[in-house]
């Protein structure tokens, strides 16, 4: 068989057919990638905790959401290239595994199991164990003091169970389904105190609707890490944690603190440095 004569003309059209092929086979896919420009980038966030992750009709709001949103910026996106996923507890190894989310800005305490799993930026945020208080509540300026008293967190956390267990072997133990639901039995004096995290309780204290109602107890009982978690290996961790420093450095992290946590008088430690994690 006789192969046809390629002219000049031909040869030009198919090298530059050749060539815009190559360049569309670099162009970045939406879901975001550890180099930054993509379309979307895929974070997960608490959508149920106010002051650090919530979900509202107007959009998303906290301390978390800021801080992912200035990672975000510093990694090529703008707040309207973001995807927010609720990462609930549960699932956040799991989801970062899958590569369900770039990465999870969610109250994620780095742990040592934890880190077998996944990699983790920071910490960003170094919280503690506390209670909540009313606010005209003088009888408890103690651990030891919540001996006796009812002491509410929510089904399935461990945050009572250790106050009982180290500090308070005489405390009652109430199980609410939802932090809200103990801030509602707070309120009307149903229980003596709510026990989580205190950047946790800063966060729902700092509400409108429970302005100068409730206060921190301050006893900083254990140390909370918060870091942002990416899939095992990820190059981002090293990006994220150079955003981070930046956050710090311009004044953004301050800024952030103050505007979620501030209405609650929220006592929090200076930003951490990147790897210091404090036992």
């Known amino acids: 068989m006789k192969l046809r004569k390629v002219t000049a003309a031909t040869a030009v059209a198919l090298a530059l057919a050749t060539a815009a ?28 905790q106010p002051g650090i992750g919530q979900k509202t009709p ?12 200035y990672v975000a910026k510093q990694l090529g996106y703008n707040a309207d290239q973001i995807e927010w996923h609720e990462s609930k507890s549960a699932d956040r190894e799991t989801m970062l595994q899958r590569g369900d989310v770039d990465f999870i800005v969610a109250s ?3 742990t040592p199991k934890r880190q077998a799993k996944v990699d983790f930026a920071g910490p960003y945020l170094l ?10 509540d003088n009888s408890i300026k103690s651990p030891s003091d919540l ?9 399935g956390s461990t945050s009572a169970q250790n106050v009982h267990d180290k500090l ?21 004096g149903a ?30 009982m254990t140390n909370e890490n918060y870091g942002i978690g990416v899939k095992k290996g990820s190059d981002l961790k090293a990006k994220i944690n150079s955003a981070l420093e930046k956050m710090v450095s311009d004044g953004s992290w301050d800024t952030a603190v103050k505007k979620n ?13 990147i790897g210091n994690i404090v036992q």
């Open 108 to 110: 994620y305490s780095i």
């Open 127 to 136: 919280a503690h164990q506390d209670v909540l208080l009313r606010a005209d």
């Open 21 to 48: 092929t190559a360049c569309g086979s670099d162009k970045k896919s939406d879901g975001g990638s550890s180099s930054g420009g993509g379309k979307t980038i895929k974070v997960g966030i608490k959508f149920d």
């Open 58 to 69: 107007q959009g998303y709001s906290g301390f978390d959401v800021d801080v992912a949103t």
């Open 191 to 220: 229980v003596d105190a709510l026990t989580t995290d205190d950047s946790i309780l800063a966060g729902y204290a700092s509400q409108a609707a429970f302005k100068g109602k409730f206060k921190l107890g301050g006893f900083k």
């Open 261 to 273: 946590f501030g209405p609650a008088n929220y006592k929090n430690e200076p930003a951490p440095k």
């Open 168 to 188: 308070a072997p005489k405390a009652n133990l109430l199980q609410y389904p939802t932090y809200s639901a103990c801030l509602t039995g707070l309120q009307n």
């Open 147 to 155: 001996n006796s008293k009812k002491l509410c967190s929510v089904t």
